[in-house]
């Protein structure tokens, strides 16, 4: 199972924050650049933490790129392009891999009992609890910038303050009973209108 995720970890991690460095990149802030974060090179973006965490526990974390949102054009707008740029990746590379999946299956070149459906398996999963734990609006997660960039800035002040409370409050609903009322039915519903989409092709 640990071998089976390292593929998927992978892919859900360098896609999430290349396409952060990107959508920067796009509207004029080098920093990514600069800093060497616009490559899929998985080395550049995982974290050695936050990769067991996510291997272990199915949730974890990856370098988060840096951005300054000075070199955007407008700033608030920009900001929050960059932050759902990641999930949207996610979103997207589940979504592939979910048709890979069924395409496999259709063409009887794919079993579920075979090694190549685990992985392809987790891939999907990974991606889309990497999209739904980011798009959460607790600090520092990309959630929290889109939100905050809605708020006046002394709003923003005041939420970035409690930032190290927000996060352990975060960890430890993740490790309750609380995490599966909020992230399994989340899971499922992405999953169902995967399969909507595909079946009606397939």
Not at 82 to 91: D, E, K
Request: charged share 10%; net charge negative.
């Amino acid at each position: 199972m640990i071998i089976a995720s390292i593929p998927a970890l992978i892919i859900a991690a360098a896609g999430h924050e290349y396409a952060h460095a990107k959508a920067a990149d796009l509207l004029g802030d080098p920093t990514p650049r600069m800093m060497g974060r616009l490559t899929m090179n998985p080395f550049v973006h995982l974290d050695l933490v936050g990769s067991l965490a996510f291997i272990l526990g199915g949730f974890g974390w990856a370098k988060p790129v840096v951005v300054n949102p000075t070199h955007f054009k407008d700033p608030r707008t920009d900001d929050m392009i960059v932050s759902i740029a990641g999930p949207m990746a996610n979103l997207l590379m589940a979504f592939i891999g979910y048709i890979v999946m069924r395409s496999l299956e259709f063409l009887h070149l794919l079993h579920d009992e075979s090694s190549l459906y685990l992985v392809l398996f987790l891939i999907v999963v990974y991606n889309i609890n990497f999209a739904i734990l980011n798009l959460m609006p607790v600090p520092p997660l990309d959630g929290s910038h889109i939100v905050m960039n809605c708020l006046p800035f002394k709003w923003q002040i005041h939420i970035a303050q409690f930032s190290m409370v927000s996060l352990i409050i975060l960890i430890v609903i993740l490790n309750s009973p609380i995490a599966s009322h909020i992230f399994v039915p989340l899971q499922q519903s992405i999953l169902r209108g995967f399969e909507s989409i595909v079946n009606l092709v397939l």
